[in-house]
């Protein structure tokens, strides 16, 4: 009930009404005390100015000789103008050379009074003397009289009694006038809280639910500066929504782009423990950060945290690191270093990919390379050998080096005529010829072409055929060239007498054939391998046979294409087995 400003309201009430009514009491009293000595004075200058009873006091009567008694009796008939009532007010006679008392309206009194300040001065000047001290507790005058030879002193002294029992009056009003205003205060400081303070409460209370995050507007109940505060109260609650709702924004736009990269990221702060880490850096690191982990554990060994945050923005520093089969490019950067709450953010590149191509281009230049020098090293060779021994040899061994030179140039062009069918696949300007084609037909096509080549090294060439096959779309001589190479490994790599099967058929959106060999089959190591460009189980003997190493990496850009697959069955006993299987439908979007 009483909360502090309402206390203060009452507080300053209830001091301001102590201090007024002390000021108007001490005022009142102060005036009526001064009220009644100026008209005590004011009176009896005018009464003993008055010719008449100065005179009365002064001429003796005729042969009195005690002038006292005269004296006692002029001031007797004069008592109502004098104000003497023998209660509060007296006149005494007194002695006008040694100021002893001498008669009175109290004897007991006089005698025991002590000569006021009025009287010494009367007795010492022998003029009238008047005004008391306000401080007193009686007010007088002393007027010197000569009746005949001898001088006496008329003082008329008040006790104040009247004054003070007026005062008393005016105390007790001021005191009830007190109580009367203090209990006004203490209900008027009710009223006052109940126009001020509930509204100051309403706008603390909406202050502390802004603050828990309740924006809802606060009512303006008033005009006045209270009803202004309100308002602005409400505007600045509006605007701090605004900018929470647009941080928020952005933070959930930051939150969803950290979740969703590739690139992973951990944020450690100046201690190394983690703030933030996304899932990307999890699988790229190859295990789940918690929250305990730290920066020392995780990269410490690579770079010091102390030295990546000694880094002037906008460096970094970039390290290169293997993690499982994966190479990971790391890029440490400080972040945030002037409001010394920043620390060190990590963030992880996998670059398996681009070094893998990286090192197959490179491999790759160097097959071509090696490929190409060969049969050039070859031809050059014969050819020396031919000019250098001009007519001396057998038209027969000319015969034959000039053979072998005209193979040997065959192969390059045979390389440089795959190298450039890869190229264009490479480059996408090799457009697949769609059309539907008997896949059946093209099977049985392929069995007639090299069935000649396949019982001349006396081999067993069996064809089974479903004969549910149906019709696909694809490019009908690239699908032709991936059957053909495939077929002929199967002869080349088997040694003369072999069998060799070729079956196709269909599952429900796909057409197969597979060719099975009892050859020198593919040892399991490079099985995973014979798709790339220029491998080769057995260099030599891919050679002999015209071979360049390409032929199932073109089969398989071929096969790709069109959104099929081809690969080695795994399958026991000697021998190969390779699978081509291409969509009914050919590939979805009709390259
Ligand atoms: P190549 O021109 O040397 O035949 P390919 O790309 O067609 O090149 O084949 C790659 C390698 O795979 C061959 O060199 C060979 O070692 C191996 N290979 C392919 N088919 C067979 C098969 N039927 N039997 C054994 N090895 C094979």
Redesign the pocket.
């Known amino acids: 009930m009483f909360r502090s400003l309402h206390m203060k309201l009452v507080l300053i009430m209830v001091l301001l009404i102590i201090s007024l009514m002390t000021v108007v009491g001490a005022f009142l009293m102060n005036a009526v005390v001064r009220y009644y000595l100026d008209d005590f004075n004011t009176r009896m200058s005018s009464m003993f100015s008055a010719q008449d009873l100065y005179e009365d006091l002064t001429i003796p009567y005729d042969g009195e000789a005690n002038g006292v008694e005269g004296l006692q009796d002029v001031l007797r008939a004069n008592m109502g103008e004098l104000g003497v009532d023998g209660r509060t007010r007296y006149y005494f006679i007194l002695d006008g050379t040694t100021g002893a008392y001498l008669a009175g309206s109290d004897d007991q009194l006089g005698q025991n009074l002590d000569k006021s300040p009025n009287v010494l001065r009367a007795l010492a000047t022998g003029e009238p003397a008047t005004g008391s001290d306000i401080t007193a507790d009686f007010m007088d005058v002393a007027i010197p009289i000569t009746r005949g030879e001898v001088t006496y002193i008329i003082q008329i002294y008040d006790n104040r009694q009247t004054v003070t029992e007026l005062n008393g009056s005016i105390f007790m009003l001021i005191i009830q006038a007190l109580i009367f205003g203090l209990i006004s205060s203490v209900l008027l400081s009710f009223l006052l809280a109940k126009t001020m303070i509930t509204p100051i409460e309403r706008l603390t209370a909406g202050a502390k639910r802004v603050a828990s995050g309740d924006f809802r507007k606060l009512e303006v109940g008033s005009k006045d500066e209270i009803g202004v505060l309100t308002a602005t109260f409400n505007s600045m609650s509006r605007q701090l929504q605004a900018t929470i709702r647009e941080a928020e924004n952005e933070r959930n736009k930051l939150d969803t782009l950290f979740l969703h990269m590739t690139d992973g990221v951990v944020a450690f702060s100046q201690e190394g423990g983690v703030i933030q880490k996304n899932p990307a850096a999890e699988d790229m690191l190859g295990r789940p950060i918690l929250p305990e982990d730290t920066y020392e554990g995780l990269f410490g060994d690579l770079a010091p945290l102390e030295q990546i945050l000694r880094l002037e923005q906008p460096g970094y520093q970039e390290i290169e690191q293997t993690v499982g089969n994966r190479t990971l490019d790391l890029l440490l950067a400080p972040f945030d270093q002037e409001s010394g709450q920043g620390g060190v953010m990590v963030v992880i590149h996998d670059v398996t990919t681009q070094r893998r191509n990286e090192e197959m281009r490179r491999e790759f230049v160097a097959n071509v390379s090696h490929e190409l020098r060969t049969p050039l090293t070859n031809i050059r060779s014969y050819a020396e050998t031919l000019v250098d021994s001009a007519g001396d040899i057998p038209p027969a061994m000319e015969k034959n080096f000039l053979g072998v030179i005209l193979n040997e140039s065959d192969r390059m062009t045979h390389i440089v005529q795959d190298l450039l069918t890869l190229s264009r696949f490479d480059s996408g300007r090799s457009e697949l010829k769609l059309e539907r084609f008997s896949f059946q037909v093209a099977v049985r096509d392929i069995y007639n072409a090299v069935l000649m080549d396949a019982q001349r090294h006396g081999h067993t060439l069996t064809l089974d055929l479903s004969p549910d096959i149906p019709d696909i779309v694809g490019d009908r001589d690239r699908v032709l060239q991936v059957m053909m ?2 077929v002929s ?2 002869i ?3 040694p003369d007498g072999g069998q060799i099967a070729i079956s196709a058929g269909r599952n429900p959106l796909r057409v197969w054939m597979e ?1 099975s ?1 009892n ?4 040892p399991a190591s ?1 099985r995973p391998r ?2 790339e460009r220029f ?4 260099k030599a ?2 050679r002999e ?1 015209g ?7 073109i ?1 398989k850009e071929i096969v790709d294409r069109h959104e099929g697959i081809i690969f080695l069955v795994d399958r026991p006993g000697p ?2 087995t ?1 699978r081509i299987e291409l969509p009914i439908e050919g590939p979805a979007h009709g390259k």
């Open positions: 190479n495939v490994n199967a080349k790599y088997t060719v060999d050859g020198i089959g593919i490079d014979i798709f491998y080769r189980v057995d003997r891919s046979s071979g360049t190493g390409l032929g199932l990496s089969a021998g190969t390779i």
